[in-house]
């Protein structure tokens, strides 16, 4: 009986014990709850995927549009761009090696890291990404007011220093691709108003156009225009967030000796004190040395921001374009597609004279250079439009130029190219915006034009004209508006 009584006196501390035990494992649970419940809030509070609704995306942020209706604004529209298929917005997947790199870059595990890698550095390189992530969206969703459409938004030096060393814009080859459908937008020249116009006109249910469809940038983006610096530094923000929407290509403004005397270089000067513009301009035109030269849409059309070659007699010679690329004229092709334009009723090509590099090419090198390369459409920019795109050779070339009123004097239409999937092709064109307009009161009427020749005007506005006597002619756009339907390529 006493040896009873003393096991079950034994048995009871054990008791305590183990109620001790499942109190600790309770609160462990309850801890652990705690921690999931409080990650779930935490990625809540991250950016949500580009195709959740737009409280979830950007909650009460107020939209771009101007005061003018999409109607009074564009004048016609040949088609509505559909809603994109889920890969239009996909991304590059590989994981980024160094930190900010590949912003949208999904969390990756020790397993997938480089040789030598900690799980500690794997999960500190994540966290790092995801906090570059997250204030490079509120930066986006900030620059993208509409107060900033004619006013200069307040850079930080660091924040731009930083954007300019991301690998994402520099890594890419000299010749990229993409799917349609695509948006193709030709030269802004600083003319950020314009740019959030175009985004603006592709809104869908409340998301910002910028996040729903793929864009062909020509080249351009700096000069001439008061903003300048929202251009460029916008797009290359929307590049790193999302890298296979957005192509960015060299135009010959991207240049430093063309960007320090049109106008970029000025505004820097103006907007950052003493030796910190010096540094930007110099890493600006470093980024820039990196940009690709020319892209495939859909396979069968080819966009460059100048214009063709005699020398591109197949598509392996873009492989051979240098990157990074200092100077045009250190590659021939590379000159070509950067500074060429077309002359109506030339045969082969000839110098131009009124450029001072690169060639002038007619009809028949159009069509032999589209035959060589099995392309069926050349888009450029590079030239001003009085209606924002012009047609060359029926419509084997179009010209288009996205920047409204280029000079004031003289004020012409912007235009946008429309690619849809299956291969048709439509314009959206803008009028310039009335001089009343409230964008056009913010901030300061400054153009950082510099030793722009304001009698440039004359050569603008169409296509050159081939004389007998060698020289260019008047200019000829023949714009048919009416006759311009979706054409399927």
């Not at 737009?54 to 529209?77: C, R, V």
């Not at 930083?162 to 020249?189: F, N, Y």
Request: glycine share 6%; charged share 30%; aromatic share 10%.
């Amino acid at each position: 009986m006493a040896k009873t009584v003393e096991e079950n006196k034994a048995k009871t501390p054990s008791k305590k014990k183990n109620t001790v035990e499942d109190s600790k494992t309770t609160e462990k649970t309850s801890e652990d709850k705690e921690r999931k419940s409080s990650k779930k809030k935490k990625a809540s509070m991250q950016l949500p995927p580009l195709n959740t609704s737009a409280e979830q995306l950007f909650g009460s942020q107020e939209m771009i549009p101007t005061n003018m209706s999409k109607e009074s604004t564009f004048e016609y529209e040949d088609f509505d761009l559909r809603t994109l298929e889920k890969d239009a917005l996909d991304v590059d997947s590989s994981p980024s090696l160094i930190s900010g790199d590949l912003l949208d870059a999904p969390e990756y595990s020790a397993r997938d890291a480089p040789d030598g890698e900690s799980p500690g550095k794997v999960a500190a390189r994540n966290a790092k990404e995801s906090a570059i992530k997250k204030k490079l969206g509120r930066c986006i969703k900030n620059l993208t007011k509409k107060k900033y459409a004619g006013n200069f938004y307040k850079f930080n030096y660091n924040d731009v220093s930083k954007t300019l060393k991301m690998s994402i814009l520099m890594k890419e080859p000299a010749s990229v691709s993409c799917k349609a459908p695509a948006v193709i937008i030709g030269d802004l020249h600083g003319q950020y108003t314009d740019l959030l116009r175009i985004f603006a006109c592709f809104n869908e249910k409340g998301v910002p156009g910028y996040y729903t469809s793929r864009y062909v940038f020509l080249g351009d983006y700096v000069d001439r225009g008061k903003q300048s610096l929202e251009v460029v530094i916008l797009v290359m923000w929307l590049k790193i967030m999302c890298p296979k929407q957005f192509m960015l290509l060299r135009g010959n403004h991207e240049f430093r000796a063309i960007n320090r005397t049109y106008g970029f270089y000025s505004e820097l000067k103006a907007r950052f004190p003493g030796m910190y513009s010096d540094i930007l301009f110099e890493q600006f035109n470093d980024c820039f040395m990196h940009f690709p030269l020319c892209c495939f849409v859909a396979g069968n059309i080819l966009c460059m921001h100048g214009g063709i070659s005699s020398k591109m007699t197949s598509r392996e010679v873009f492989n051979t374009l240098p990157k990074p690329l200092r100077d045009s004229k250190d590659h021939p092709i590379a000159c070509d597609l950067m500074w060429a334009d077309p002359m109506i009723g030339l045969k082969g090509e000839k110098r131009n004279h009124v450029r001072g590099v690169s060639v002038y090419f007619g009809e028949d090198q159009l069509e032999k250079t589209m035959a060589d390369l099995g392309i069926k459409l050349v888009v450029r920019g590079h030239q001003m439009m009085q209606n924002g795109f012009n047609f060359f050779n029926g419509f084997k070339l179009a010209t288009v130029f996205s920047a409204s009123s280029y000079y004031p004097d003289k004020p012409n239409k912007g235009a946008v190219m429309c690619v849809t999937k299956e291969g048709r092709i439509g314009f959206k064109s803008f009028a310039p915006l009335p001089k009343d307009h409230p964008a056009n009161k913010r901030g300061t009427d400054q153009r950082f034009r510099d030793s722009h020749d304001q009698t440039a005007i004359e050569e603008d506005g169409g296509h050159a004209v081939f004389k007998p006597d060698g020289k260019a002619g008047e200019k000829k756009c023949h714009v048919r508006r009416v006759e311009h339907k979706p054409t399927s390529l």
